[in-house]
């Protein structure tokens, strides 16, 4: 049945889930704060590399409204809630994003709403954030209100991965709750038993990938003392047809999940008195890859008649993973950081990184289409292999004096 949807946060999953619930046909509400998001998508422009102009442009033809105006988002049917989870600098989750959207449906819903949240979180957030808000309004949830939690499953940069054929997780605070939010996604769900289930099993998800890619940096740093090439080790095992899952090494994993989720937990557990040392030091591992590979680099600098800190250096590719335009929590910026902190001279370039993607810092430019320009660098580090600079990565070795390949594993 159709209905009226507002999703909160315009973002990497919530633009996407404006699209799924459009394709759905239900009306759609995407609500941001960002006024400079909501005027962009009401140009039929997008912010986001994962989205085109065209399906922004298709939204909007659909009837699709994008506001900042609290008032257009009162009595909808559901609200989806797709805020940002971050930790700050401690590593310790940051909620108020969560809270804030609360606060802001608060006093909007109305009788019989369902409200869903897709945002990555502790487990038992959603009861405390949610279910005790709304029950202090004097809602019975269940009967005259609905809660349910879904996490997002998205995989940026991965063209595979719709969001609409992953199947998704879900759970209700009560039976009706999941019987409502299992009613409105349809098919590919999976649901479990209760909140805390479904958002332990997304953190455990990517906490599992945290794991993995710390055991593969492990690797790299045995390989490399055995003077053995990590990469056709991992191949090799890789090629078990079973109880084998192939993850490699890192310059430090970026982005908003793999790097953020764990710490949840750490942070949920060490409150509880709970210790957790696998991801404790999975975490430390990642956070060692980056000096771990400027070593390397030095190392490999050392034949060269000038200095590691006099080269003129190029890196290719400062986004947090390949033919992804996000740069949030990209390792590649904290190599550029710890370079200039050196005062080294570098030239960031990046082809794919999106104008409107996280504001940096750092001068990102373009590459000549010839890769003549990279011949006056002393070192050119590859750093990501988007699709657009595999496709000549051999022309691009041939233009570097010096080439470093941080993407080979
Ligand atoms: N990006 C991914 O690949 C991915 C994948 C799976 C899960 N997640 C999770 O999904 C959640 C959202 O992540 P994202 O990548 O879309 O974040 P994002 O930063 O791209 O987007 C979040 C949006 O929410 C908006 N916002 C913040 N507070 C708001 C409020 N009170 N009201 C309305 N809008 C508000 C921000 O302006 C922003 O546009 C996070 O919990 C994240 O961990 C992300």
Redesign the pocket.
């Known amino acids: 049945m159709k209905k009226e949807v507002v999703v909160?946060?315009?973002?990497?999953?919530?633009l996407p889930s404006v699209i799924n619930h459009v394709k759905n046909a239900h009306k759609v509400i995407g609500?941001?704060?960002?006024k400079r998001?909501v005027d962009i998508l009401n140009k039929g422009v997008s912010h986001l590399d994962t989205v085109s102009d065209e399906t922004v442009q298709m939204l909007k033809e659909k009837g699709t409204l994008f506001t900042y105006d609290e008032q257009l988002i009162k009595e909808k049917d559901i609200y989806i809630i797709?805020?940002?989870?971050p930790i700050d600098k401690n590593k310790i989750p940051d909620l108020s994003?969560i809270k804030?959207?609360v606060d802001?449906i608060k006093n909007k819903v109305k009788r019989g709403s369902l409200i869903i949240l897709?945002?990555?979180?502790y487990p038992g957030t959603t009861e405390e954030y949610l279910v005790a808000e709304f029950s202090k309004l004097g809602y019975h949830i269940g009967i005259d209100l609905f809660i349910a939690y879904s996490?997002?499953?998205?995989d940026?940069g991965n063209t595979q991965s719709q969001s609409v054929k992953i199947p998704r997780i879900v759970a209700g605070y009560t039976d009706k709750c999941l019987s409502q939010v299992k009613d409105f996604f349809g098919s590919h769900v999976s649901s479990v038993p209760n909140l805390k289930t479904a958002e332990l099993a997304k953190i455990y998800e990517n906490t599992f990938r945290l794991v993995n890619i710390a055991l593969a940096d492990e690797l790299q740093k045995i390989s490399d003392n055995l003077d053995i090439d990590v990469g056709e080790v991992l191949e090799a095992a890789a090629t078990k047809p079973f109880g084998f899952m192939k993850f490699t090494p890192n310059l430090g994993i970026g982005g908003?999940?793999i790097p953020?989720?764990p710490y949840y937990l750490t942070w949920l557990m060490a409150d509880r008195g709970v210790e957790t040392p696998l991801i404790d030091i999975a975490g430390k591992i990642n956070d060692s890859m980056l000096d771990y590979y400027l070593e390397k680099i030095k190392d490999l600098t050392t034949a060269s008649k000038k200095d590691f800190t006099e080269m003129n250096i190029a890196v290719l590719g400062v986004t947090y993973k390949k033919n992804v335009a996000d740069v949030r929590m990209s390792s590649v910026i904290s190599l550029i950081k710890k370079l200039k902190e050196k005062n080294i001279s570098i030239v960031a370039y990046d082809d794919v990184m999106h104008p409107y993607s996280t504001s940096i810092n750092e001068t990102v430019i373009n590459l000549d289409q010839d890769y003549q320009q990279l011949m006056q660098y002393d070192l050119v580090i590859y750093a990501v292999d988007h699709d657009v600079y595999e496709e000549k990565k051999k022309l691009i070795m041939d233009k570097s004096r010096l080439f470093y390949d941080l993407t080979t594993v």
């Open positions: 909160i946060g315009l973002g990497y999953v919530g609500f941001d704060i960002d998001k797709d805020v940002p989870t994003y804030s959207a802001l897709e945002s990555t979180t996490p997002e499953r998205i940026p908003h999940c953020v989720d």
